[in-house]
């Protein structure tokens, strides 16, 4: 008997959070280990946020699945003909296509972000600033439904512009893996394409946001907090800073910086 698309993109659901968490952890513990290894490339000297840890943990487990979900439903609503026909995959196309659906979610994820933080949607994204200084255990730890909301681009996208299902997949876990760096709390990117003029970002840029609250709300670009006024003050200083200061990557284990005691968030 053949199997249903319900029945199909159910499994896929279910498949592409197992996934998600798995590669949570993975990579989390991997960044953990070379962070421990590279103190003097801490964001935010002195302040931690691993009493929080488990309890960030547990919400992730729930909000990596509101993340899947609109995928899920956009592929969901292509292969049922709702929208219109997806393009072809072409290897050709391929990186164009991925570089304009980052683009296009770039735009949704600042302006959505921005909503986020007006007073009747923050109560939803309050929960995500309690680590005011990120770790990659605080990527997903966030309201289901602010997190959905933030990811239904996917679910949204798909009646506007034909991507292939390819393309949808590959920024998903694009985004996964950029937003688990982006919440690290260690610069490894501070290079000048990430400051002014390149639109290119590194990790101090969200580490910013959740320090300062009011700035840095996109994603991928600083385009649009450029734009419109909301790019942190000193954001292309301290990614300069970082691009001269800092030691080279080391995998040796290090003393130091890590073992002085830190104000929790």
Not at 20 to 34: E, K, N, S
Request: net charge neutral; charged share 15%.
């Amino acid at each position: 008997m053949p199997m249903s698309n319900e029945v199909f993109y159910l499994l896929f659901l279910f498949g592409f959070y197992t996934f998600t968490v798995v590669t949570y952890f993975a990579f989390g513990y991997a960044i953990t280990w070379l962070n421990d290894r590279n103190p003097e490339r801490k964001i935010q000297k002195g302040r931690g946020s691993d009493k929080r840890r488990k309890a960030e943990i547990r919400q992730s487990l729930a909000s990596m699945f509101s993340a899947c979900l609109p995928l899920t439903i956009g592929l969901y609503a292509q292969q049922k003909g709702w929208t219109p026909t997806p393009w072809g995959f072409s290897w050709w196309w391929a990186v164009p296509l991925f570089v304009l659906c980052m683009i296009l979610y770039d735009a949704w994820f600042y302006f959505m972000h921005r909503l986020l933080h007006t007073r009747w949607l923050y109560p939803l994204h309050a929960l995500h600033h309690r680590s005011v200084a990120p770790t990659i255990w605080s990527t997903y730890s966030e309201d289901v439904f602010d997190n959905f909301l933030l990811q239904s681009f996917s679910a949204v996208v798909v009646f506007v512009v034909p991507f292939p299902a390819a393309i949808l997949i590959a920024h998903r876990l694009f985004e996964h893996f950029n937003g688990m760096i982006g919440h690290c709390g260690f610069e490894y990117f501070a290079t000048s394409k990430a400051r002014y003029p390149s639109p290119l970002l590194c990790t101090t840029f969200h580490d910013q946001h959740h320090s300062g609250f009011r700035y840095n709300y996109a994603n991928y670009f600083s385009f649009w907090d450029r734009v419109l006024g909301t790019l942190a003050p000193n954001y292309d200083q301290r990614v300069k800073a970082f691009e001269d200061e800092a030691p080279g990557i080391a995998i040796s284990p290090s003393v130091g910086l890590m073992d002085a005691p830190e104000k929790a968030d």
